[in-house]
């Protein structure tokens, strides 16, 4: 293994025993790690470290050094391990970001053992590298099922509100219009214009256009969705509407239908033709498929 490639492994933490030995016996050793010790403070914005590795050393091969060739290594080693601690510093402010399309669902495992399921068209941010006991942050676009384990406090920050718990089970889902937070197990803060409001297993927080919706406790111990179900209390059909197209990948139209109609019932995620029976039929209405578009009318 050459020099350069040496290096870059000891810099990684990833040499074998063999690879450690020939690291040490190069002439360079001594001076390596004392320009680590100097470097670990450094810091660098964000750039292609193979490209700048690369272009750094062809500046250095192609500068006259006919009276300093002592120079010549230790240069290379220096440049090596600025870009190295740059992009380990890089590296390390680095987000992870899942997104969910329409009709998908995912299942995360947070660092900390902690768990997300992600419902259709949502996404979730955080910090992997800075996630540890005393920092547990995490932001959601859409909907998602918590199951936190036990610690420190854990925040889920969404465009409406900020929900706050230590170790607990529970459901946010924050869409526009409409922000609904819904305790399974534990206890759930929910911050929301400057008022905070504590939930216990059973309790939901529910803002509809601003509005505070007053709810009934549920003796559910998931939210319907997490098995592949999307169920309403008294909700708009406007949002019954826009979840039905997050799940199914369509367009609803209905022009003649009053969407601040309200509406209380279930629709399935597996069968596109039972799951548009399940809102018609109660509402009396009829509808026809064209192409990836549902149009509704009245009977």
């Given at each position: 293994m050459n020099k350069d490639a040496l290096i870059l492994?000891?810099?990684?933490?990833?040499?074998?025993?063999?690879e450690l030995e020939a690291f040490q016996a190069l002439e360079e050793y001594d001076a390596i790690t004392k320009l680590s010790n100097y470097t670990k403070d450094f810091k660098a914005p964000e750039f292609n470290t193979e490209v700048a590795l690369q272009a750094t050393l062809s500046k250095i091969e192609s500068k006259p050094v006919a009276k300093n060739n002592w120079l010549t290594p230790?240069?290379?080693i220096a440049a090596i391990l600025a870009i190295c601690f740059s992009a380990y510093y890089y590296t390390?402010?680095?987000d992870t970001t899942i997104t969910t399309q329409y009709a998908e669902k995912a299942q995360i495992v947070l660092p900390d053992q902690s768990?997300?399921?992600l419902n259709a068209l949502s996404k979730i941010t955080y910090n992997s590298k800075q996630w540890h006991a005393n920092n547990r942050n995490i932001t959601l676009e859409g909907e998602a099922f918590f199951n936190v384990k036990k610690g420190s406090t854990f925040n889920v920050t969404t465009a409406t509100g900020i929900i706050s718990v230590v170790g607990t089970e529970f459901n946010v889902?924050?869409?526009?219009n409409y922000f609904e937070v819904t305790c399974f197990e534990g206890v759930v803060n929910?911050?929301?214009?400057t008022k905070k409001t504590t939930l216990t297993a059973g309790d939901s927080f529910l803002i509809i256009n601003g509005n505070l919706?007053?709810?009934?406790?549920?003796k559910n111990q998931q939210p319907d969705w997490i098995h592949s179900v999307s169920s309403f209390i008294s909700v708009p059909l406007s949002e019954v509407f826009a979840e039905f197209e997050r799940q199914y990948n369509v367009k609803i139209e209905g022009n003649t239908i009053k969407k601040s109609t309200l509406f209380s019932g279930k629709f399935t995620h597996n069968d596109i033709n039972i799951a548009?029976?399940?809102?018609?039929?109660p509402l009396q209405l009829q509808y026809k498929k064209v192409n990836n578009t549902i149009i509704l009318t009245r009977e």
């Amino acid at each position: 293994m050459n020099k350069d490639a040496l290096i870059l492994k000891w810099l990684d933490n990833n040499l074998s025993p063999q690879e450690l030995e020939a690291f040490q016996a190069l002439e360079e050793y001594d001076a390596i790690t004392k320009l680590s010790n100097y470097t670990k403070d450094f810091k660098a914005p964000e750039f292609n470290t193979e490209v700048a590795l690369q272009a750094t050393l062809s500046k250095i091969e192609s500068k006259p050094v006919a009276k300093n060739n002592w120079l010549t290594p230790f240069l290379k080693i220096a440049a090596i391990l600025a870009i190295c601690f740059s992009a380990y510093y890089y590296t390390t402010t680095l987000d992870t970001t899942i997104t969910t399309q329409y009709a998908e669902k995912a299942q995360i495992v947070l660092p900390d053992q902690s768990k997300v399921n992600l419902n259709a068209l949502s996404k979730i941010t955080y910090n992997s590298k800075q996630w540890h006991a005393n920092n547990r942050n995490i932001t959601l676009e859409g909907e998602a099922f918590f199951n936190v384990k036990k610690g420190s406090t854990f925040n889920v920050t969404t465009a409406t509100g900020i929900i706050s718990v230590v170790g607990t089970e529970f459901n946010v889902k924050q869409r526009t219009n409409y922000f609904e937070v819904t305790c399974f197990e534990g206890v759930v803060n929910v911050d929301f214009n400057t008022k905070k409001t504590t939930l216990t297993a059973g309790d939901s927080f529910l803002i509809i256009n601003g509005n505070l919706i007053e709810r009934l406790q549920t003796k559910n111990q998931q939210p319907d969705w997490i098995h592949s179900v999307s169920s309403f209390i008294s909700v708009p059909l406007s949002e019954v509407f826009a979840e039905f197209e997050r799940q199914y990948n369509v367009k609803i139209e209905g022009n003649t239908i009053k969407k601040s109609t309200l509406f209380s019932g279930k629709f399935t995620h597996n069968d596109i033709n039972i799951a548009l029976q399940s809102i018609t039929q109660p509402l009396q209405l009829q509808y026809k498929k064209v192409n990836n578009t549902i149009i509704l009318t009245r009977e």
